[in-house]
């Protein structure tokens, strides 16, 4: 049974950071892409960023490259999202997804696994 559990969301003044955590579990997740996607209030799911679990390769939505950081880290099977400079428009429940095999990273509908969410609030 495969689980993703977030961590690190937060109330924070615009222009501060967190950084969120995705525990992963229940098997190996070499050859995953895991994802981190984002939806606002009232809004749809949106792709944030990704990384594959072999390689490290990376990719970003246009909205967040140089303000948000995807990581990885093998041996604790944990992916992050350190995000900085934080806007309003940032705030949304953040989730964590792990696809088995995704071409295209950025699609939602790639993802087989998600977490429960944890949420951003972005004070101004």
């Known amino acids: 049974q495969v689980q993703l559990v977030e961590s690190g969301g937060g109330l924070v003044q615009a222009g501060g950071s967190l950084r969120l955590s995705c525990a992963a579990s229940?098997?190996?997740?070499?050859?995953?892409?895991m994802g981190w996607f984002r939806q606002p209030p009232g809004k749809e799911r949106e792709f944030v960023a990704a990384?594959?679990?072999?390689?490290?390769?990376?990719y970003y939505a246009d909205s967040v490259k140089g303000r948000f950081t995807i990581s990885r880290d093998n041996a604790k099977k944990t992916v992050y999202l350190q995000v900085n400079s934080l806007k309003s428009e940032d705030t949304a429940v953040y989730y964590c997804?792990?696809?088995?095999?995704?071409?295209?990273?950025?699609?939602?509908?790639?993802?087989?696994?998600w977490g429960q969410g944890t949420q951003v609030t972005v004070s101004s």
């Open positions: 990384i594959r679990w072999i390689g490290g390769t990376t």
């Open positions: 997804a792990a696809a088995r095999a995704a071409t295209n990273a950025v699609r939602i509908d790639k993802y087989d696994y």
């Open positions: 229940g098997r190996t997740f070499s050859g995953y892409v």
